[in-house]
């Protein structure tokens, strides 16, 4: 027997019955919120990607670099907004897919229950706060010259000094301790367990901020390898991904060592680069 079968939805119109139907299965629901917003977001990021074939993003970015426009930034702003959906809600899986089993397995006691879809809500609220904190970081950097008209670093030691901070926070106590709510979400969800729409919508954003303090150094190697590098982006978004469904500290840890010996390699070059007798 299906989930939707052990509800009784035959006193409903014929249109209630399927949304109720749906609303039956918040597992389903779970996976259909996860898959449509990062869909969303790698297609946002496609057509961004169409666009700077031609020029058009680059030309942007040197207009934006002499004068802030509110469609440029917007521009920027929506860009930052895809890439968040498109790296992060693939890691909010399992967290989500959780919530949706505890919620299942209270609806079948007949208690009262609130869509997954809310959940995700108050996480994506927290990425988009990023988004939107990264935009200003963008247009900051741009303006002092740390970024080029390609949105690329314009500075070896720029980014040798991300890539060596966001290997430095690998080892730091806050994310030990954040990614090892975002690994074990269950005792979260069923110490503070609720169920309106509000309170749902909080636990979402606290689960948000513990995978923003989980993962926004990453986040910020971006800046060092280009904004618009789709490569990085997926090599990141799959990093992230593995590195919460994983137990210990090992990948965490090797993680950091590989962006530290990599900082220290930008460092490096970019010294030698002005070194007497070095490359112009």
């Given at each position: 027997m299906?989930?939707?079968?052990?509800?009784?939805?035959?006193?409903l119109p014929p249109?209630?019955?399927?949304?109720?139907?749906?609303?039956?299965?918040?597992?389903a629901m779970?996976?259909?919120?996860?898959?449509?917003?990062?869909?969303?977001?790698?297609s946002?990021?496609a057509?961004?990607?169409?666009?700077?074939?031609?020029?058009?993003?680059?030309?942007l970015?040197?207009?934006?670099?002499?004068?802030?426009?509110?469609?440029?930034?917007?521009?920027?702003?929506?860009?930052?907004?895809?890439?968040?959906?498109?790296?992060?809600?693939?890691s909010?899986?399992?967290?989500?897919?959780?919530y949706a089993?505890?919620?299942?397995?209270?609806?079948?006691k007949?208690?009262?229950?609130?869509?997954?879809?809310?959940?995700?809500?108050?996480?994506?609220?927290?990425?988009?706060?990023?988004?939107?904190?990264?935009?200003?970081a963008?247009?900051a950097?741009?303006?002092?010259?740390?970024?080029?008209?390609?949105?690329?670093?314009?500075?070896?030691?720029?980014?040798?000094a991300?890539?060596?901070?966001?290997?430095?926070?690998?080892?730091s106590?806050?994310?030990?301790a954040?990614?090892?709510?975002?690994?074990?979400p269950?005792?979260?969800f069923?110490?503070?367990?609720?169920t309106?729409?509000?309170?749902?919508?909080?636990?979402?954003?606290?689960?948000?901020?513990?995978?923003?303090?989980?993962?926004?150094?990453?986040?910020?190697v971006?800046?060092?390898?280009?904004?618009?590098?789709?490569?990085?982006?997926?090599?990141?978004?799959?990093?992230?991904?593995?590195?919460?469904?994983?137990?210990?500290?090992?990948?965490?840890?090797?993680?950091?060592?590989a962006?530290?010996?990599?900082?220290?390699?930008f460092?490096?070059?970019?010294?030698?680069?002005?070194?007497?007798?070095?490359?112009?």
């Amino acid at each position: 027997m299906t989930e939707a079968a052990d509800r009784d939805l035959n006193h409903l119109p014929p249109a209630q019955s399927r949304l109720g139907a749906l609303f039956a299965r918040p597992k389903a629901m779970a996976v259909g919120c996860v898959v449509a917003l990062a869909a969303l977001g790698w297609s946002y990021l496609a057509l961004l990607a169409a666009a700077n074939s031609n020029g058009l993003i680059d030309a942007l970015c040197r207009a934006m670099a002499v004068e802030v426009t509110l469609g440029g930034t917007a521009l920027i702003a929506l860009m930052w907004a895809a890439m968040t959906l498109a790296m992060m809600l693939p890691s909010a899986a399992p967290m989500i897919y959780t919530y949706a089993e505890i919620a299942d397995t209270a609806a079948k006691k007949g208690e009262r229950i609130v869509s997954p879809f809310v959940l995700a809500a108050g996480y994506t609220t927290v990425w988009l706060g990023f988004a939107a904190l990264a935009t200003a970081a963008q247009l900051a950097l741009t303006r002092l010259a740390f970024l080029d008209e390609s949105m690329a670093s314009a500075s070896g030691l720029f980014s040798g000094a991300v890539f060596i901070a966001a290997g430095l926070y690998q080892f730091s106590a806050l994310k030990l301790a954040c990614l090892t709510q975002c690994r074990n979400p269950f005792p979260f969800f069923f110490t503070n367990w609720a169920t309106t729409p509000r309170g749902v919508f909080r636990l979402g954003v606290k689960q948000g901020l513990f995978c923003l303090g989980c993962c926004w150094a990453m986040m910020a190697v971006m800046f060092a390898v280009g904004v618009m590098n789709v490569v990085w982006m997926v090599a990141l978004g799959i990093l992230m991904t593995v590195e919460k469904m994983t137990t210990g500290r090992w990948l965490t840890q090797a993680l950091g060592v590989a962006l530290i010996v990599a900082g220290t390699g930008f460092v490096v070059f970019a010294f030698a680069a002005h070194w007497p007798g070095g490359a112009t």
